[in-house]
C-alpha cells in the first residue's frame, strides 16, 4: 500500500471512528445524560434529537456549499473538529450545582439543565456538522471510486456501531447517575477530538476543484433545484428510502440503552451488545466487499430481512439468549443497510458537486429521520409505564412497541428498494450493433442451414414475420429483444402463429419440422392438430408432421409456448429480476425454425468419434436400408469413399494416395483442418465434415497436464456468455459468432468458457473451423440462494454441503439434459471439455453426475464442480478468484482457473445500463484496464503454468447488460483492451509451453 493510499484508510479511520465517538455520546448517551441528571421526559429527548437533525441538516447544507465554493475540505474538517472538541467540554459546565443556586429549586433547575444541554447540543450539532457531515463526508465521497466505494463505505458505515462499542467499554468505567462521570466522560471525548482535528492537518489532501463563476447561493440551493433532480433521479430515489430507513432507526435508537437499562434491568447489558457490535462491525466490512460485487438490488434486501427479523426477536422476547441473538440480527441488519445505503448514495453523487449534495444527503441521512423517527418513538411511548425517582421526580420505561413500529416501517423501506430496482432495471441506453444497423424491419434473417453436421439440401427456411398474441414478431429472435420486433409485455403464455406453403418433390417422403429451440415448454400444432410437445428450453426437436401438412396449400403452423421461468428447467443467466450477473429472460422461439423433406428412409443422425488414425462412426437410421456408403474428401482434393455398416471404423492412416502412404491431417490450434463427408444412405444423402484429434489428462513433466493430441497445451480462455445486445440470446446474423471467435483469437485467447448455454450449431461449426477450443457448461437448474452459493464462497467458506440425488423433476431433468446435450454436441472437434455444475447452481451428488457424463463421453475432460463446492471426483481442481491476485497452489489433478479477472471499464457511449455497473475492480481508462489484466496475468497465472496450472479463464469476452467487464463492449464496437499486450501474454504461456515439451522430450530421449 503506497503512502497516499495510508493516508486515506488512515484518515478514514481515525476521523469516521473518533467522530462517531462522539455522534454517539450525542445520540446514545446524550438522552442517558438528561434523564439521569436532569431526569428529562421522552418528550425533552424527542425534542432534543429533533433540535439537533434540523442543525446537523441545515449546517450540512450551508457548510457543503461553502467549502465547495472555497474548494478547501482540510479547513473545515480540521478546524471543525478543534471547535467540536470545544464544545463537547462545554457540558461539563452544565451541573445542578451551579444551576439550582441561581433559580432556587431543584425541579426548576433540572428543567433549565435540559434547555441549557438541547442549546450547547445544537452548537456542538453544528460545529460536528461542519467538520463531519458537510465537509468529512464530501471528501469521502471524492477520495472513492467504483473499485473501493464498497469497502470504504462498509469501514465508514460499521463506525457508528464501533463506536457504540468503544464507548459502552469505556463507560463501563463510570457510574452515570453521578455528575462527577460525566465531566470526566466530557473532558476525554472533548480533547480527543480537538487532538484529531491537529492529526488531520498532515493526513487529509483537498481533492475538490473550486468554481469562482458560480455564487454561493448558487451552491447551496442547486441540490434542492429541478435540475438537479431531474439529471440525478435515482441519487433521490435512494435518499427517499434512506431517510424511511433511518426513522425506523430512530423510532428505537434513542431509547436502546435506556430499554435494556430499565425496562429489562440488564444492568450488564454491554455484555450483550459489545459481542454484537464486534460481530456486526466485521461481518459490515465483507458485506462492503459483497456490494461491490453485486450491487445495490442484490446486497440490500438480505441486510434489511436482517433488521426484520431481529427486531421481531427483540418485540418478541425478553430473555438473555434470545435479546443477544436479536440484537446481533438488529445490529448486523442495520449496519449493513447502512453501508449499502451509504455507497449508493456515493455512487450517484456528483463529484464536482460532492459538497452541494451534502446537504440533501443530511436531510434523508439525518433531518428527516431525526426529527420523525423520535416523534413516533415518543408517540409509542405515551402510555410508557412511569417509575417515581429517589427524589420525587418520574421517569419512564421504554417498551417493546418501538421494535415493532421499527418492523413495520422496514417492510416498507423493502417495498421502496423493490421500487428502486425496476427503476434502475428499466433505465438503459439503446444500442445497437453494427449488423442491426443495416436491417430493415421485414428481412428474413438466419437464413444458413442451421445443422452443419447434418446438412440436406431440400429444406425451407421458416424463419421471418410470424404472429405473436396477435402482433408481429420476427423469428428467431426472442421477443424480448430489439430485433424480435415485438414491443408488447412479454407473458407467461406465447402463441405462435405462421402459414407456409409445400410442394411434394418426392413419390415416397416424410416431412420433418425442426426447431432450434423453444423456451420452456412447447405445444405444436399443424393445421389444428397437436404434432407434439417439448420440454426444456435450450436443445433442438424435431417433428414428424407428414400425416398433417397439406401439399400446394396453405399450412397452418402454431407453437404455444409457456415460459414461467421454472427453476425445475434449465434457466442459465435468465431472471425476471435482471440485474448484476443476472441477466434479461428469453422466452419462446429462440432458434431457427425450418423444414426438411426426406425419402421413407433417411438419416436421422450420425455419431462421430475421431482419434489420430480415423473415425469411429455411427449412423442412426429410420427405416430399412439397402445401401450405406462414406465419402470423404482428402486435402488435395481426392475423395476415398468405402461402404460402411450403420457402426463402422475408416481408418484413414495408411490408405494408398498417388502411390503414397497418406498420413492424416490433425485438427490442431494451428491448423484445424476440417475433412468433409458425405454420407449416401439410398435416396437419402446428407452432408458433414470431422477433424482428427484426441484430448486428454497425461503425466508431462511429472504433472498432470491436458494434452491435445498427445501435446500440452495450456487452455488460454475466456468467458463467453453469448449475450448480444441486440438480440439477447442471438445476434443480429449467424456471422457475428464467428466475429466473435476470430476477435478473441486476435487478442491471443485459445478458448472459449461457453458459459451455461447452448448456442445454435453454428457457433461450433466457426469455433471447428477456425481451431477455437470450447469448454462447454451444462446448463443450470434449481434454485439459486445468494447467500450460500455466492456471499459464503466469495469470503472463503467453499465447501458446504450439496444437494442430495432424489427423485424429483428439477433432477431428473437436469440428468436428461446433460446427456442431451452431449449427444447434441458430440460430433464438434472443438468441444474438449464440459463443465456439469457452475458455483454450486443446482448442485446435487456431484461425484455421480460427473462419472454419469464421463461414461456417457469418455472422449472430452470434466469440470464437476466449477469454482467451489468441490467433492471429489473431478478432472481438475477448479478455482474462481476474484478481487485478488493470489499465489496458486497446484496438486495432484490439473489446476484450472476457471473464471477470474472481471476488471470493469466503462466505455462512454457503449453502455447499456444507466446506473447499475457490475464487475470485479473498476479501470477508469483502457490503459488502466490493459495494466490490471497483465499484472493479474503475471503474478496469478503465467508463473504457476510450469507447476500444473492447465488452463485460466478470464471474465469476460464482452461487457453482458450491467457487467461492464468485457473485452469488447456489449456492442462489439469498442475493443477495451491492447491487442499487441494481450498477444504479448499469450507469447509469454507458449515459450513456458514449449519448454515443457522440451524438457519432457529430453527426459524420454
Known sequence: MNNKNLKLWGALVLFSL?????????????????????????????????????????????????????????????????????????????RLEYLEP?????????????????????????LGSSANDAAFNAWLTESGDESNRGKLEGVNAMMPVLSILVVFGGFMSFNLD????????????????????????????????????????????????????????????????????????????????????????????????????????????????????????????????????????????????????????????YLCSMAVFGAMM????????????????????????????????????????????????????????????????????????????????????????????????????WNEYPRPQLKRNNWKNLNGIWDLNGTKIRVPFPPQSALSLYQHKVKDTLTYTHHFDLSKQLDQERILLHFGAVDQIAEVYVNDALVGKHEGGYLPFTLDITECVKYDHKNTLVVKAIDTLSTDYPYGKQTKARGGMWYTPVSGIWKSVWLEQVPTTYIRNIKITPDLQGIQLEVDIEGNYTELKASITLPDGSIYTQSIQKRDYILLEGLWINEESYVPRLWTLQDPYLYTMKIV???????????????????????????????????????????????????????????????????????????????????????????????????????????RDTALPTIGIKNLPEGKKKDCKQQRFFTQHMLDTQAHLYNHPC???????????????????????????????????????????????????????????????????????GYTYLAEGHVFAKYSHYGYGVSETKEELQGKISDTYRTMVIPFIKEGLCGSIYTQLSDVEDEINGLYTYDRKVCKVDQEEMCKLRHEMDIIVEEIKGEEHEREN
Open 178 to 333: 453521578l455528575m462527577e462521570s460525566w465531566i470526566t466522560i466530557f473532558l476525554i471525548i472533548g480533547i480527543t477530538v480537538m487532538s484529531i482535528g491537529v492529526l488531520g492537518i498532515f493526513l487529509i489532501e483537498d481533492h475538490v476543484e473550486t468554481n469562482t463563476e458560480i455564487s454561493y447561493w448558487h451552491n447551496v440551493c442547486y441540490s434542492f433545484t429541478k435540475e438537479a433532480i431531474t439529471q440525478n433521479p435515482l441519487l433521490y430515489l435512494v435518499i427517499a428510502a434512506f431517510a424511511v430507513f433511518g426513522i425506523a432507526i430512530q423510532v428505537y435508537m434513542p431509547y436502546l440503552i435506556l430499554y435494556y437499562e430499565q425496562t429489562l434491568q440488564m444492568t450488564n447489558y454491554t455484555l450483550i451488545l459489545a459481542p454484537a457490535i464486534i460481530i456486526a462491525s466485521i461481518a459490515t466490512v465483507g458485506y462492503g466487499k459483497l456490494y461491490d460485487m453485486l450491487g445495490f438490488q442484490t446486497s440490500i434486501k438480505p441486510s434489511l430481512l436482517m433488521l426484520i427479523v431481529g427486531c421481531s426477536i427483540l418485540y418478541l422476547c425478553t430473555s438473555i439468549v434470545w435479546v443477544f441473538i436479536g440484537s446481533l440480527l438488529m445490529m448486523c441488519g
Open 346 to 445: 456515493r455512487s450517484h453523487i456528483p463529484v464536482e458537486k460532492s459538497g452541494q449534495f451534502q446537504g440533501v444527503r443530511i436531510i434523508g441521512q439525518v433531518l428527516i429521520p431525526g426529527v420523525v423517527g423520535p416523534w413516533i418513538g415518543s408517540f409509542v411511548l405515551r402510555n410508557a409505564e412511569v417509575i417515581v425517582n429517589n427524589d420525587g421526580t418520574t421517569s419512564f420505561l421504554p417498551s417493546s412497541d418501538l421494535f415493532l413500529v421499527t418492523v413495520i416501517i422496514t417492510v416498507i423501506v423493502l417495498l421502496c428498494t423493490k421500487y428502486i430496482e425496476e427503476y434502475i432495471r428499466n433505465a438503459n441506453y439503446t444500442l445497437t450493433s453494427m449488423g442491426q444497423e443495416e436491417i430493415q424491419d421485414n428481412d428474413i434473417l
Open 18 to 94: 473518533i467522530g462517531q465517538v462522539a455522534w454517539t455520546v450525542e445520540n446514545m448517551y446524550l438522552n442517558v445524560f438528561i434523564y439521569k441528571i436532569f431526569h428529562a421526559t421522552a418528550s425533552d429527548i424527542s425534542f432534543m434529537v429533533a433540535a439537533s437533525a434540523i442543525t446537523a441538516a441545515l449546517t450540512t447544507i450551508l457548510i457543503g456549499a461553502l467549502s465547495d465554493k472555497v474548494g478547501k475540505r482540510k479547513v473545515f474538517i480540521c478546524g471543525g473538529y478543534i471547535l467540536w472538541g470545544i464544545s463537547i467540554l462545554a457540558f461539563s459546565f452544565i
Open 102 to 126: 441561581l433559580v432556587g429549586s431543584t425541579i426548576t433547575a433540572a428543567t433549565l439543565g435540559v434547555q441549557l444541554v438541547i442549546a450547547v447540543d445544537c452548537l456542538m450539532t453544528f
Open 681 to 787: 444412405c439410398d435416396n437419402d444423402e446428407i452432408e458433414t465434415y470431422f477433424g482428427l484429434r484426441t484430448v486428454e489428462i497425461k503425466e508431462y513433466k511429472g504433472k498432470q497436464r491436458v494434452c491435445l493430441n498427445g501435446e500440452p497445451i495450456f487452455l488460454h480462455g475466456i468467458l463467453d456468455q453469448g449475450y448480444y445486445c441486440d438480440g439477447i440470446f442471438l445476434p443480429s446474423e449467424e456471422k457475428e459468432f464467428e466475429r466473435d471467435i476470430l476477435r478473441m483469437k486476435e487478442l491471443g485467447l485459445n478458448l472459449l468458457r461457453k458459459h451455461i448455454k447452448i448456442e445454435p450449431e453454428c457457433f461450433y461449426y466457426y469455433c471447428d473451423l477456425h481451431g477455437m477450443l470450447v469448454m462447454q457448461d451444462h446448463v443450470n437448474s434449481g434454485k439459486y440462494n445468494f447467500l
Open 831 to 901: 468441444i474438449i471439455s464440459y463443465t456439469v455444475f457452475n458455483e454450486a447452481w443446482g448442485q446435487f451428488d456431484s461425484n455421480a453426475m460427473y462419472r454419469l457424463a464421463k461414461e456417457n463421453d469418455p472422449t472430452r475432460i470434466y469440470d464437476a464442480t466449477s469454482g467451489w463446492f468441490a467433492k471429489g471426483e473431478n478432472d481438475f481442481d477448479s478455482e474462481h478468484i476474484y478481487f485478488k491476485s493470489i499465489p496458486l497452489s497446484p496438486k495432484e489433478r490439473p489446476l484450472l482457473l476457471s473464471e477470474f479477472g
